[in-house]
């Protein structure tokens, strides 16, 4: 599993969201039925890679050399990718013992 912020320059963009590899198809089947019971949507949950609260903040590729609206808008989309971060976590803790089995 991992977080991810990424500039999306076509879009004009960036973006936070949850990503869950393939790596272990049981352990990825795990964490999606325990972050869809807890509502983390996945748009996509057909897909093997699974990725959860997709969010984005505009971002205005003009002002690239601007730090401080650099600054300001990565502000922005941490801010939103907080609440998603300690929900992940506080689920993960939750639920420690049923991840054992996949040590």
Known sequence: M????????EENRI???VSVSDFNIRLNNKIHDLFSR???V???????????NNVS??????EYQNAEYIALKFDEI???ALT??????????LNKDDFSVFN
Do not use: M, N
């Not at 991992?2 to 320059?9: G, P, Q, R, W």
């Not at 903040?57 to 003009?62: E, L």
């Not at 998603?84 to 689920?91: G, K, N, Y």
């Open 84 to 93: 998603t971060i300690s929900r992940v976590e506080e689920l993960i803790l």
């Open 78 to 80: 941490f801010k939103l």
């Open 2 to 9: 991992l977080f991810e912020i990424a500039v999306e320059k």
């Open 15 to 17: 973006v936070f969201l």
């Open 57 to 62: 903040v505009h971002f205005d590729f003009q």
């Open 38 to 40: 807890s509502g983390l």
């Open 42 to 52: 996945c748009p996509y949950p057909e897909h093997s890679w699974k990725i959860y």
